[in-house]
């Protein structure tokens, strides 16, 4: 079966870590860019990071840079979003995205 699945979303409190990582079966993911998106509950779906097929080159959304990072490790067809200094504003339902290929999400609480 050809699919994404995230996994590592959680409760967190503000100012925590998490580690979100996006495995993928069935097909590899060295060859294409990855993206990371976020749909906030009553928003649209908006996009978060992306990282290019050799890991080379990223690129992450103002409201987020400087706290999270994207990386991949294409030896485990994984990519991963470290979230540091989380905010309340960060939760949300996490995808990984590659190609026409969407994850299922994994929710992002943050939350005293």
């Known amino acids: 079966q050809l699919q994404l699945v995230e996994s590592g979303g959680g409760l967190v409190q503000p100012g925590g870590s998490l580690r979100l990582s996006c495995a993928a079966s069935?097909?590899?993911?060295?060859?294409?860019?990855i993206g990371w998106f976020r749909q906030a509950p009553g928003k649209e779906r908006e996009w978060v990071s992306c990282i290019s097929s050799s890991g080379d080159n990223t690129d992450y959304a103002y409201s987020i840079k400087g706290r999270f990072t994207i990386s991949r490790d294409n030896a485990k067809n994984t990519a991963y979003l470290q979230m540091n200094s989380l905010k309340p504003e960060d939760t949300g339902v996490y995808y990984c995205q590659s190609g026409a290929f969407w994850g299922q999400g994994t929710q992002v609480t943050v939350s005293s």
């Open positions: 069935g097909f590899s993911l060295h060859s294409a860019a």
